[in-house]
Nanobody, 125 residues
Framework: QVRLVESGGGPVQAGGSLRVSCTAS????????MGWFRQAPGKERDEFVA?????????YYADSVRGRFTISRDDVGNTVYLQMNSLKLEDTAAYYC?????????????????WGQGTQVTVSQ
């Protein structure tokens, strides 16, 4: 099994920056791709945000965050990061980390087997 724990969420003003982290523990050797999804208030869960393939070989972003968010991973520390810059009100959401045994189709939530509990990011004026 793999356990994922997110951290780093919180309140931030529009235009500001925030970095959320996700640390994996357990059978981390099975992890290939890792991703971030989010659920905004009143919306369906698991809007794809960003993903990174095994060993950081490739990164993928939703159009809504491309150019503002950066995903990276530290395989030594079993941690994936999401650096969020130029935050907008519509970025307010619970952000969930996910881990997959594959590096294919990482924008699809069905590719992920393991999920964290989420961390809240609230962007205000």
């Amino acid at each position: 099994q793999v356990r994922l724990v997110e951290s780093g969420g919180g309140p931030v003003q529009a235009g500001g920056s925030l970095r959320v982290s996700c640390t994996a523990s357990g059978h981390t050797f099975i992890i290939q791709g890792m991703g971030w999804f989010r659920q905004a208030p009143g919306k369906e869960r698991d809007e794809f945000v960003a993903a990174v393939s095994s060993r950081g070989g490739a990164t993928y972003y939703a159009d809504s965050v491309r150019g503002r968010f950066t995903i990276s991973r530290d395989d030594v520390g079993n941690t994936v990061y999401l650096q969020m810059n130029s935050l907008k009100l519509e970025d307010t959401a619970a952000y969930y980390c996910a881990a997959s045994g594959s590096s294919i189709g990482l924008a699809n939530r069905d590719r992920y087997r393991y999920w964290g509990q989420g961390t809240q990011v609230t962007v205000s004026q």
